[in-house]
Nanobody, 124 residues
């Protein structure tokens, strides 16, 4: 099994920055893609970004392109999400996800492992 734990959420003013981290433990050898999703109150969970096992390939949801950057550490067991120029509409519960094959999928159903999430609140 793989466990995912997120850190780094908080309250920030619009225009500010936050850096989220997601650390995997357990059978991390299984992990391929790692992704971030978010869910605002009353809304569906939506894809934010994904990174391949090697870290060489990334994909982003259109509204965060140019503002958010997903990356990995050298051990490839921690994924980061650097969020700049935050907007109130970025508010939500940000969850890390991982799967055991290469797909760079934006669908939540493609991911087997999930963290508990970390809350990001952007005030206007």
């Amino acid at each position: 099994q793989v466990q995912l734990v997120e850190f780094g959420g908080g309250l920030v003013q619009a225009g500010g920055s936050l850096r989220l981290s997601c650390t995997a433990s357990g059978r991390t050898v299984k992990i391929q893609d790692m992704a971030w999703f978010r869910q605002a109150p009353g809304k569906e969970r939506e894809f934010v970004a994904v990174i391949s096992w090697s870290g060489s390939t990334t994909e982003y949801e259109d509204s965060v392109k140019g503002r958010f950057t997903i990356s990995k550490d050298s051990a490839k067991t921690t994924a980061f999400l650097q969020m700049n120029s935050l907007k109130p509409e970025d508010t939500g519960l940000y969850s890390c996800a991982a799967n055991e094959y290469y797909s760079l999928s934006s669908r939540a159903s493609a991911y087997r492992y999930w963290g508990q999430g970390t809350q990001v609140t952007v005030s206007s």
